[in-house]
């Protein structure tokens, strides 16, 4: 069983919609998404993204045409990837329902 660093688990959700993102794309709809709460800087999303590579999470796509500039580098998440997302969010679910359990949460029991 693969375990994901919480970087890792979040990049996956940013590509899990089945789009293929940039790596500047995927920083912001990060930050967005966890208010703030999380910010990836370059070093730390490409070193990630390197390791999610080597391990089959992710394939680099064909970049879509852009006027002017560097052509970018963009990313889609495999079937591999999604399995692997699916798994850590069933797991953790599974440990907030223990921390409810446990009254460390409100909400359901």
Request: hydrophobic content about 40%; glycine content about 10%.
């Amino acid at each position: 069983m693969t375990v994901l660093s919480p970087q890792a688990f979040q990049i996956l959700l940013s590509l899990a919609s089945g789009g293929q993102f940039h790596g500047y794309a995927i920083i912001q709809d990060i930050r967005d998404r966890t208010a703030g709460e999380m910010v990836l800087t370059a070093s730390t999303l490409y070193a990630a993204i390197k390791r999610m590579l080597d391990g089959g999470l992710i394939a680099e796509v064909d970049a879509p045409e852009t006027s002017g500039g560097a052509p970018r580098r963009c990313y889609r998440i495999t079937k591999t990837g999604m399995d692997t997302a699916r798994r850590e969010a069933e797991s953790l679910a599974r440990t907030v329902d223990m921390a409810r359990r446990k009254r460390l949460l409100s909400g359901r029991t």
